[in-house]
């Protein structure tokens, strides 16, 4: 772009002092001739840099899921291919359910068993209430006649035994009511854990992206140790797209700005963006925090870039960015807009210069 402004000034000179002799070719008009573009130059590339800041280290990441198992079983069905779209919901793979499906119907089955001696008990209670009735008014006959001498001593006694017998039959049918109350509460949520273990012989995709590093096969068995991921998922709806600048560019760089980026995957096309927001923070900003005092030596250390994150407008949201996608881009401020053309024009013939690929083999 240089070169053509140059080029553009050159011309105008050749007119003004060689085709037209407007003004005489001496040693002052060769002077500021000659001056001239340099200062204005380096004026316009300073104001550019604040006013309009670029950068030529743009890119494109996404969210990488690793994808864990919430169960541990032999691999059944892996329908998926590498690198190839996924929709949100298809299947990733399968785990052999036999064993989960079993532990369900075990599940199942102790829990009818506890709710059938849930009945039960609560039947016997409920035949026992009327014979506990009836015990308690004899034992209350049994005692008038007794202290009248109207009455056999054994008599009250029996009714006495017989009421303390139906009533320790209903303490033991209530303990039996309440151990399988308790008993139903932990088998429905042994039920519960086994229908979730079930539902996950089957993984899902948690998003629109591709699955990369794909080792899984059926035959594999698959662990649940986080550690021990059986793929990774880049998802591709929320694409992450960061600039780095120098710090002192970013003066004037506030979230809606507009933005500008190309990729080298896609010479010649601009993106359109807008910046989301600035990362106000580089790895030299952290401090562990320890028992130890900080080290303050100097490091001969790169200066750390700030990274501005900017969101793809909607007429170019379909356009897919692949994780780890390089390129350049500029961000145009509230300030100097009058030279904003300037940057645009820039960023338009660098663009250009990712249709050539320089190699030499």
């Not at 990488?64 to 169960?71: D, K, S």
């Not at 005692?143 to 029996?158: C, M, N, P, V």
């Not at 986080?226 to 760089?253: C, G, H, T």
């Not at 080298?264 to 580089?282: F, H, Q």
Request: proline share 6%.
């Amino acid at each position: 772009m240089e070169i053509i402004l140059l080029g553009i000034y050159g011309f105008f000179v050749w007119l003004i002092f060689f085709k037209f002799k407007w003004l005489p070719w001496n040693f002052t008009t060769q002077f500021i001739t000659i001056t001239l573009p340099i200062v204005g130059m380096m004026v316009l590339f300073l104001l550019l840099n604040i006013c309009a800041p670029a950068t030529n280290d743009v890119r494109a990441m996404n969210y990488v899921i690793p994808i864990v198992p919430r169960i541990t079983g032999q691999v059944t069905e892996v329908p998926i291919q590498p690198n190839r779209p996924i929709k949100k919901g298809d299947v990733l793979f399968k785990i052999d359910p036999v064993p989960f499906e079993a532990t369900v119907k075990a599940a199942e089955a102790t829990l009818r068993g506890l709710g059938d001696q849930l009945k039960n008990a609560a039947a016997k209670k409920e035949s026992l209430s009327p014979r506990i009735d009836l015990a308690k008014k004899r034992v209350e006959q049994f005692t008038a006649l007794a202290s009248t001498g109207a009455g056999k001593r054994a008599d009250l006694e029996q009714a006495q035994s017989d009421l303390g017998n139906l009533e320790s039959e209903f303490l033991a049918a209530e303990a039996t009511e309440s151990q399988a109350r308790a008993q139903i509460t932990k088998s429905q949520a042994d039920l519960v854990n086994a229908r979730y273990d079930l539902e996950g012989t089957t993984h899902f995709a948690p998003a629109n992206g591709r699955v990369a590093n794909l080792a899984l096969r059926p035959g594999v068995r698959a662990s649940q140790l986080i550690f021990k991921p059986v793929m990774s998922f880049i998802e591709e709806d929320d694409p992450w797209v960061l600039a780095f600048f120098r710090q002192n560019e970013l003066r004037y760089v506030e979230p809606g700005n507009e933005a500008e980026i190309f990729m080298e995957v896609y010479p010649g096309r601009i993106i359109k963006c807008k910046v989301d927001s600035i990362l106000w923070a580089t790895a030299q900003g952290q401090m562990p925090i320890s028992g130890n005092l900080p080290n303050t030596q100097p490091i001969a250390a790169p200066e750390q870039r700030i990274a501005v994150r900017l969101l793809v407008e909607p007429q170019d949201r379909a356009l897919f960015l692949a994780a780890g996608a390089r390129g350049a881009g500029a961000i145009y401020t509230q300030h100097g807009k009058i030279i904003h053309i300037i940057r645009k024009v820039f960023v338009r013939v660098s663009t250009k210069m990712d249709w050539f690929v320089f190699k030499l083999h």
